[in-house]
């Protein structure tokens, strides 16, 4: 048993001393690489409860991979910029989805507030449209956002496609933001965990030719950086205010 430690302990060292040499003739050897310390020891992962049996369904469904092709719009040479988003909205009422998770449809409210767009603009719900290829085939999608009540926004992305026009993503949700990144639409959504929220990133999946969640997160909230403060500069002193305070309005997210 010592003479096998043994072997092995000469063993390293010669290795060590290959090593050192090998540094020192790339000229690394004062000033060269230094250990960090040792390494964590790799843990694989671990399943619990294995007896369960695997779920079968989905427990909740919020419009993940549903796509429906829009009736009655044509788009020459798949250029979705002339299009008008509110007749596509209105188109879109009247489209068959592949399968019904019910976060196409609209409240009866907003489509009424829909058919008066064009003799009440200032009312209406549908919102400026915008552009971006998030498909990769080289031509833009149009991006539609639709205002609900109680501070929801239905958000829906369309393709053109074979000179017609298909939805490739409805969900709706209270949103903080919606944002486009590369080919990633964002969406910002209030948490119940003060100074959290969830983070939702939506993605064209060519297999099920539709957008998905790809990435699913609660994270904690930006906040503002305070003021930068010149070198030499004494803050102003607040003084009171005088006279009768104005009403102050207060906004509160659901």
């Not at 090998?22 to 619990?48: I, K, Q």
């Not at 719009?73 to 019910?102: C, E, F, M, N, T």
């Not at 017609?164 to 590369?182: K, P, Q, Y």
Request: charged share 20%; net charge positive.
């Amino acid at each position: 048993m010592r003479s096998q430690r043994r072997v092995r302990n000469s063993a390293a060292v010669a290795l060590g001393a290959i090593g050192a040499a090998l540094l020192t003739g790339c000229g690394v050897g004062g000033g060269g690489l230094r250990s960090a310390g040792p390494a964590p020891n790799a843990v694989g992962p671990a399943r619990l409860w294995p007896g369960l049996p695997p779920a079968s369904a989905a427990p909740y469904d919020y419009g993940e991979g549903e796509t429906a092709r829009i009736p009655g719009i044509k788009v020459p040479h798949g250029d979705v910029h002339r299009l008008d988003p509110v007749a596509v909205v209105q188109a879109g009422l009247k489209a068959r989805p592949d399968r019904s998770s019910g976060t196409a449809d609209l409240p009866a409210d907003t489509v009424r507030r829909i058919d008066t767009c064009r003799t009440e603009p200032a009312s209406c719900p549908v919102l400026r449209p915008y552009f971006r290829d998030l498909t990769g085939d080289g031509k833009d999608d149009l991006v539609l956002g639709i205002r609900l009540a109680d501070h929801q926004l239905s958000v829906r992305v369309y393709m053109p496609e074979a000179g017609g026009l298909t939805r490739i993503l409805s969900t709706t949700d209270a949103v903080i933001s919606v944002e486009l990144a590369g080919r990633d639409l964002i969406m910002r959504v209030p948490s119940a965990i003060t100074g959290y929220e969830y983070r939702t990133a939506w993605t064209w999946d060519g297999r099920q030719r539709a957008m998905l969640p790809t990435r699913d997160e609660i994270l904690r909230m930006p906040t503002s950086p305070p003021p930068q403060q010149r070198p030499g500069v004494t803050p102003p002193t607040a003084t009171p205010p005088t006279g009768t305070p104005s009403a102050g309005v207060s906004a509160e997210r659901r």
